[in-house]
């Protein structure tokens, strides 16, 4: 176990006027078990505080648990030790009470709805009428105006990936966990979403974890990034971002924002020596 | 121990049949039906408990009638659809009789098997033998269609003759959804061994049926559904394994 | 080699074949290669356009029609029913599978004796037809029921849907194309289920018209009553494939 493993959220100051805590998680295993009786240890004394109006990004590399992080933020998994709480609740609470938005790594949408539909989908599922304005708003946010009467099978994959985004913002959530939502997306339009989601995030403060592969992602979106190592997962550190936003390309042209970038990227490549 | 538990699992999750007993005997006492209206469960078990010896040569006789069609259909059926696999001409004219074949109901089909090849035994085997062929034929074929090109490609470059991709490939391919068919088709066969014989009234669980009905003999009569759906589900778990067998043996 | 040719091309084989099966029928029963019971074709047409042969076959087909559509829709509702219950309380799960797999393998003909004490002979086509049908509908949409995405569980789950509207909004909807599979398959059953009730004494239906014509060797009437259930199966199997195909288009 490298020394900064053990580094815990509290040691690094939170950002700016910070509030209530929105997650927590406190020293969080996860043990999978498999056919036969064997075990996979995926998460090891996870710790991970998040402020109301946080936005966090978790990085590391593919499969060091980072979507199983989401999962039990989402309450669809319970740590097998350690405790999980959501706005000092337990995490389903958030959900039964339609406060919670997640866009999954594998979009999940329906396939027999219209991308409207798609959106429109929490609004039904709470039993709440559909907000016409709202759902427009945010179709021609994600950029998918002309596309309304669509069915999944006909978009992209990165236009998937907007749709479920947009389904999670749906219903302006108090918690919003988002599992490479990008991932599909090519460089450009990548880089236009950040910019967008970044904006969205400006407007309505809400709390939010974001899975990412891509370190300058994290970077220009996140208060806080936390680095993980993989097998079992482990939160290797976390490290403050203070750049001002809105952060635009002068930013990420920036000496400072390099620095950081090669900084993370050299502790990602780092969790290989330590799984050797 | 977790042997006897699933075991256990396994008569608890029978619960709907002893609720059917349960609520058909209820029925037969609040109604107050004597047993030539409707005889109660017991009666019709103890029947089919002491009489068994009457009811040995009739399941003999259905079985036998069920299992031989069953195969011999299936065979045909194995066999058509290898020959019209190998002729491109012979499949484009299949496909309507196919799909004639397939809607022709049991009910229409027997009677006619019954005034062409006569009374008896050979129309009953003939009966079950055409219930199987179809769906024989049908699942053979898509299973030789299923055949990847790249693995065809290979056998050719190999130098392999067309009987050789179809002894390698097409057995590989074939013969899963062969045994599909044969679970499918297998309490039809039974199904269709009991219609010809009721209404033949030769032998077999069909005709002791039937000549329980005539007699009113409503214990026998009952107890012979009970006894032919107590064979269709045996004739249709050996069919279930069989096929898990063969599955298990190829993949 | 574009589509539009191709199916040009199998329609035209499948009329061939079609007509080349009439042909033989016809020829088999010309030169009597049959027998007497294999009458030709044009005997059986000529039968059926005489102005009794019609309106006999026309009235029978309707009985059984009305049969087997009433059958239809009973255990299709009822099989429905039953399956969305077995999902909805879990705990019943196992025991439902097993007991419909069980009535699946049940000789239709056995529940006959069952049937005429409790609903009587008129209405025994019906509910035979109903039980084919509803055996059928049960297993395939127990399987497409069971045929879940964890990641649509997943998402229902994390945007906090009750019960009632998880059903309503996934897994109902999931299950659509299982639903046409399921009557695709049981179109034909419902019309066997029905006639194999007519055998058991009921006042009238083409498998009533199919078995006195045996009895009294009337080939004309027994091949054009097999005909007409076997015209009714077909259509049925046609119209409810369409369906399905329309079904596995919106819902996937
Ligand atoms: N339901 C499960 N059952 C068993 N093992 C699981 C399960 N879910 C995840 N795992 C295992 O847990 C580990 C972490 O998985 P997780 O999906 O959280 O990784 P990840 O960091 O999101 O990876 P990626 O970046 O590739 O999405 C993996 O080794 C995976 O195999
Ligand atoms: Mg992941």
Redesign the interface.
């Known amino acids: 176990m490298s020394s900064t493993a053990t580094l815990t959220p509290m040691e690094t100051k939170p950002a700016e006027h910070a509030t209530r805590t929105a997650v927590s998680v406190n020293r969080a295993d996860k043990i999978f078990t498999l056919s036969r009786g064997k075990k996979l240890q995926a998460l090891a004394e996870v710790d991970l505080e998040v402020r109301e109006g946080e936005f966090v990004a978790i990085i590391g590399p593919s499969g060091c648990g980072k979507s199983t992080v989401l999962?039990l933020a989402?309450?669809?998994d319970r740590p097998t030790n350690g405790t999980v709480e959501i706005f000092g609740a337990a995490p389903?609470e958030l959900?039964?009470?339609?406060r919670?938005g997640?866009a999954?790594q594998?979009h999940?949408l329906?396939?027999?709805a219209s991308v409207r539909s798609n959106i429109a989908?929490?609004y039904?599922?709470?039993?709440r009428k559909v907000d016409d304005a709202r759902v427009d708003g945010l179709i021609e946010l994600v950029g998918l105006k002309g596309f309304e009467k669509a069915r999944p099978?006909q978009l992209s994959g990165g236009m998937r990936q907007r749709v479920s985004i947009a389904r999670a913002l749906a219903?302006s959530p108090d918690l919003l966990?988002l599992d490479e939502p990008f991932g599909a997306l090519d460089a450009v339009t990548r880089r236009r979403m950040n910019a967008e989601l970044a904006r969205i995030w400006g407007e309505e403060k809400i709390t939010t974890i974001l899975v990412t592969h891509d370190v300058d992602e994290a970077l220009i979106l996140a208060d806080r990034v936390v680095v993980m190592t993989g097998r079992p997962g482990r939160v290797r550190t976390i490290k403050n971002v203070d750049f001002p936003r809105p952060r635009d390309a002068a930013t990420t042209r920036s000496p400072e924002f390099h620095e950081l970038v090669d900084e993370l990227t050299s502790l990602l490549d780092a969790n290989d020596g330590d799984a050797a | 121990m977790t042997r006897a538990r699933s075991i256990g699992m396994g008569i608890v999750h029978l619960w709907p049949i002893a609720l059917l007993l349960l609520s058909w005997d209820a029925w037969v006492v609040l109604n107050g039906y004597t047993s030539t209206v409707a005889p109660r469960p017991w009666f019709v078990i103890a029947d089919v408990f002491t009489g068994f010896a009457d009811y040995v040569p009739s399941i003999l006789y259905t079985l036998g009638m069920a299992l031989g069609g069953l195969v011999g259909g299936t065979l045909i059926g194995f066999v058509g659809a290898v020959l019209v696999w190998w002729s491109a001409a012979l499949s484009g004219v299949v496909t309507p009789a196919a799909l004639i074949i397939r809607s022709v109901p049991i009910t229409a089909l027997i009677p006619i098997i019954a005034r062409i090849v006569g009374y008896g035994d050979p129309a009953v085997l003939a009966s079950t033998m055409l219930i199987c062929f179809f769906p024989a034929f049908v699942f053979t074929l898509s299973g030789l269609a299923a055949i990847p090109e790249a693995g065809r490609d290979l056998f050719t470059v190999l130098g392999a003759n067309k009987l050789q991709v179809l002894s390698r490939l097409g057995v590989l391919y074939a013969l899963p959804n062969l045994m599909v068919s044969v679970r499918i088709t297998a309490p039809s066969a039974v199904l269709a061994a009991m219609l010809a014989e009721f209404l033949m009234g030769t032998s077999g669980l069909g005709a002791l049926f039937s000549q329980a009905r005539s007699y009113m003999d409503m214990e026998r009569s009952w107890g012979t559904a009970l006894v032919a759906t107590v064979v269709s589900v045996l004739v249709f778990v050996g069919a279930q394994l069989m096929e898990r067998r063969v599955e298990s043996r190829l993949t | 080699m574009n589509t539009p040719t191709r199916t040009s091309v199998k329609v035209a084989y499948s009329l061939a074949g079609g007509a080349l099966l009439i042909l033989a029928a016809q020829l088999i029963g010309q030169f009597g290669l049959a027998g007497r019971a294999w009458p030709p074709v044009m005997d059986v047409v000529s039968y059926v356009t005489t102005p009794a042969g019609a309106s006999l076959l026309w009235r029978n087909t309707l009985v059984t029609f009305s049969s087997a559509a009433q059958g239809f829709l009973l255990g299709a509702v009822i099989a429905v029913l039953g399956a969305a219950l077995a999902l909805v309380v879990p705990i019943i799960r196992p025991g439902m599978d097993r007991f419909a797999a069980i009535l699946h393998a049940v000789p239709t003909i056995a529940l006959a004796p069952l049937l005429i004490t409790t609903v009587g002979r008129e209405d025994a086509p019906a509910v035979i037809a109903a039980l084919s049908v509803g055996f059928v509908m049960f297993v395939t949409m127990a399987s497409g029921f069971a045929n879940t995405s964890s990641a649509h569980q997943d998402l229902f789950t994390v945007i906090g849907a009750n019960r009632t509207r998880r059903l309503a909004r996934l897994e109902l909807p999931r299950a659509v194309p299982a639903f046409f599979d399921g009557l695709t398959l049981s179109a034909p059953a419902a019309i066997l289920g029905a006639t194999i009730g007519e055998w058991f004494g009921a006042p009238m239906g083409l498998g009533l018209v199919i078995v006195s014509a045996m009895q009294n060797y009337q080939m004309a009437l027994l091949w054009a009553a097999a005909m007409a259930a076997t015209i009714m199966s077909l259509l049925a199997y046609l119209v409810f494939i369409q369906l399905q195909r329309v079904a596995m288009r919106r819902f996937t």
């Open positions: 999962r989402a309450g669809l389903h959900a039964t009470q339609h919670l997640v999954f594998e999940a329906l396939p027999w989908l929490p039904k599922v709470a039993g099978k219903l966990l």
